[in-house]
């Protein structure tokens, strides 16, 4: 089975300055990890994905992440915010579980302070 | 680019209604997802096809069903809408063979349902 663990269901930061939502996730094989953002009243849109090789993934809009096998953490970083970046933002986990479906976090709310 | 579309983005029902939410892709993808998106609880998978006239329940199916008769639609039905069914809908497809869940998944725009 795979579980992910979004802390934070609302993070809130001044424009310029550093975005850090966390994401944990648990998972019996290796993992496949995701980033999600959506905004209001759209669907979801891929900002990232971790699968195999650098664990340092770069993603769109300035956004990247760092696996973190041993703290099994997938934290997704921004050095500075911007007044677009407020949206809610998803982590997911997958990989060759049989299950075809992502496993999606409870997500946070990213607000940006002028 | 991928598209997928939904056939509203908004519905009002009553209780007791039967209810078709309608999802087409343009990517020839073989999965395909319906969640639902409740604030506090992410997205929760209701059904998902992995080829035409294949379904798999997710982690709650309970009230609804799934219609898959062409490769590029994913239909998902609710039989006798009630009002905790009140939500967000989301249509997702992804390509990809057995056994994995490795690739991107293509999300719609979201259909958001009211039931009175």
């Known amino acids: 089975a795979q579980s992910v663990t979004q802390l934070g269901s609302h993070v809130s930061v001044s424009e310029g300055a550093l975005v850090l939502l966390r994401c944990n996730y648990s998972?019996?094989?290796?993992?496949?990890l995701f980033w999600y953002v959506q905004y209001p009243n759209q669907g979801l849109q891929l900002l990232l994905k971790?699968?195999?090789?650098?664990?340092l993934v770069k993603g769109i809009n300035g956004f990247e992440a760092e696996f973190k096998k041993s703290e099994t953490s997938f934290h997704l970083t921004k050095p500075s915010a911007h007044m677009s970046d407020a949206a809610e933002y998803f982590c997911?986990?997958?990989?060759?579980?049989?299950?075809?479906?992502?496993?999606f976090g409870s997500g946070t709310r990213l607000q940006v302070q002028p | 680019d991928v598209k997928v579309t939904q056939s509203s983005r908004y519905l009002v029902k009553r209780t007791g209604e039967k209810v078709f939410l309608e999802c087409v892709q343009d990517?020839?993808?073989?999965?395909m997802f319906w969640y639902r998106q409740d604030p506090g609880l992410g997205l929760r998978l209701i059904y998902f096809?992995?080829?035409?006239?294949?379904?798999e329940k997710g982690d709650i199916p309970e009230g609804y069903s799934v219609s898959r008769e062409k490769k590029e639609r994913f239909s998902l039905i609710l039989e006798s809408a009630s009002t905790n069914q009140t939500s967000m809908y989301l249509c997702?497809?992804?390509?990809?063979?057995?056994?994995?869940?490795?690739?991107?998944?293509?999300f719609g725009p979201g259909t958001r349902l009211t039931v009175l």
């Open positions: 997702a497809s992804s390509s990809g063979l057995a056994g994995g869940s490795y690739n991107e998944q293509f």
């Open positions: 998972s019996s094989v290796p993992p496949y």
């Open positions: 971790y699968t195999t090789g650098a664990t």
């Open positions: 997911a986990v997958g990989g060759y579980t049989g299950r075809r479906a992502l496993t």
């Open positions: 990517m020839d993808h073989e999965n």
């Open positions: 096809s992995y080829d035409v006239k294949m379904k």
